[in-house]
């Protein structure tokens, strides 16, 4: 049984990997393995997969994902997990019908999240309050509840990726030898990339969130297919989708299931974070063939 961080010690390939949890880093890792050749299950504890996407965007990545032979177990809770020899045999049951399933397994990995390692730091002593998680509670600033100490990274909870911590370190920076101006606040909205194969990249709301605002907005769709590029890379799976404010023409959100979408995102990242309006995107004049181009017809 593996973490996210010890599986990729492994020398050698599990022919059979069950993965509990269907998150993001469940999904990075069945995408990798089975492209490395190992027989993927996702054990997956609720009804839909990544259910803070939308349903169309999250259709699209398990019909791709199923292409390269990975099996999802929807509803599946997970009652043991018992070494036999050299195999694991993972026992589960579907939530909805009660049905008692088992596999067996050369290698299973835990991909059900992680919390802050805080539990025996003693915080209390130094004044750090935490929160119901463990995560280091932080104001704009990063500082904590003991105004001298400070939290960064992962341990204050949040989004979790290496340049959220990065732009820790400029807060920080700016707040002690600089002018102050920078705070977390400032941050949104941020990307982020699942990298899947292709990968998943988003940035601010998406249709389910935006329509629960009561936000009047255009959405607009193209799939993957219809794009030059990916017709020369033979990578035609996919969608790309985005949100527009109908009133004002500002990009709301948007997110990207494509080839170099990890890439493609950073330049909706910067037309919301200068306040561009769609057309920006609609109009500009990029490389062909080039996938950022799809930007011109996403938007258009």
């Given at each position: 049984?593996?973490?996210?961080?010890?599986?990729?010690?492994?020398?050698?390939?599990?022919?059979?990997?069950?993965?509990?949890?269907?998150?993001?880093?469940?999904l990075e890792f069945a995408s990798m393995y089975a492209s490395f050749g190992s027989q993927v299950t996702v054990l997956e504890s609720y009804p839909e997969l990544i259910a803070r996407e939308d349903r169309?965007?999250?259709?699209?990545?398990?019909?791709?994902?199923?292409?390269?032979?990975?099996?999802?177990?929807?509803?599946?809770?997970?009652?043991?997990?018992?070494?036999?020899?050299?195999?694991?045999?993972?026992?589960?049951?579907?939530?909805?019908?009660?049905?008692?399933?088992?596999?067996?397994?050369?290698?299973?990995?835990?991909?059900?999240?992680?919390?802050?390692?805080?539990?025996?730091?003693?915080?209390?002593?130094?004044?750090?309050?935490?929160?119901?998680?463990?995560?280091?509670?932080?104001?704009?600033?990063?500082?904590?509840?003991?105004?001298?100490?400070?939290?960064?990274?992962?341990?204050?909870?949040?989004?979790?990726?290496?340049?959220?911590?990065?732009?820790?370190?400029?807060?920080?920076?700016?707040?002690?030898?600089?002018?102050?101006?920078?705070?977390?606040?400032?941050?949104?909205?941020?990307?982020?990339?699942?990298?899947?194969?292709?990968?998943?990249?988003?940035?601010?709301?998406?249709?389910?969130?935006?329509?629960?605002?009561?936000?009047?907005?255009?959405?607009?769709?193209?799939?993957?297919?219809?794009?030059?590029?990916?017709?020369?890379?033979?990578?035609?799976?996919?969608?790309?989708?985005?949100?527009?404010?109908?009133?004002?023409?500002?990009?709301?959100?948007?997110?990207?299931?494509?080839?170099?979408?990890?890439?493609?995102?950073?330049?909706?990242?910067?037309?919301?974070?200068?306040?561009?309006?769609?057309?920006?995107?609609?109009?500009?004049?990029?490389?062909?063939?080039?996938?950022?181009?799809?930007?011109?017809?996403?938007?258009?």
């Amino acid at each position: 049984v593996y973490t996210s961080t010890s599986i990729m010690e492994l020398a050698d390939l599990p022919r059979r990997l069950v993965i509990i949890g269907g998150g993001y880093i469940g999904l990075e890792f069945a995408s990798m393995y089975a492209s490395f050749g190992s027989q993927v299950t996702v054990l997956e504890s609720y009804p839909e997969l990544i259910a803070r996407e939308d349903r169309d965007i999250a259709a699209s990545v398990k019909e791709t994902l199923e292409k390269k032979g990975i099996v999802f177990r929807m509803n599946a809770k997970v009652q043991s997990v018992n070494r036999v020899e050299d195999k694991a045999i993972v026992t589960f049951t579907d939530s909805q019908t009660n049905e008692v399933f088992v596999l067996e397994a050369d290698a299973v990995l835990l991909a059900t999240g992680r919390r802050p390692n805080t539990k025996d730091l003693n915080l209390e002593v130094a004044g750090v309050e935490v929160d119901v998680r463990g995560a280091i509670i932080v104001d704009e600033y990063l500082k904590t509840t003991n105004p001298n100490i400070r939290a960064v990274g992962d341990v204050k909870g949040g989004l979790q990726f290496t340049y959220i911590s990065l732009d820790d370190y400029r807060i920080v920076r700016e707040d002690l030898f600089g002018d102050k101006e920078r705070r977390t606040g400032d941050r949104n909205p941020v990307s982020y990339s699942v990298f899947i194969d292709p990968p998943l990249s988003r940035i601010g709301l998406n249709e389910e969130e935006a329509r629960w605002q009561n936000r009047d907005i255009i959405v607009k769709k193209l799939p993957v297919m219809a794009i030059p590029r990916a017709k020369t890379l033979g990578e035609t799976d996919g969608l790309l989708k985005a949100i527009i404010d109908k009133n004002t023409g500002k990009i709301l959100g948007c997110v990207l299931f494509a080839p170099d979408s990890g890439e493609v995102i950073n330049t909706v990242a910067v037309a919301m974070k200068t306040g561009q309006d769609y057309t920006f995107l609609r109009d500009f004049i990029f490389t062909h063939p080039s996938m950022s181009e799809a930007l011109n017809d996403l938007f258009s």
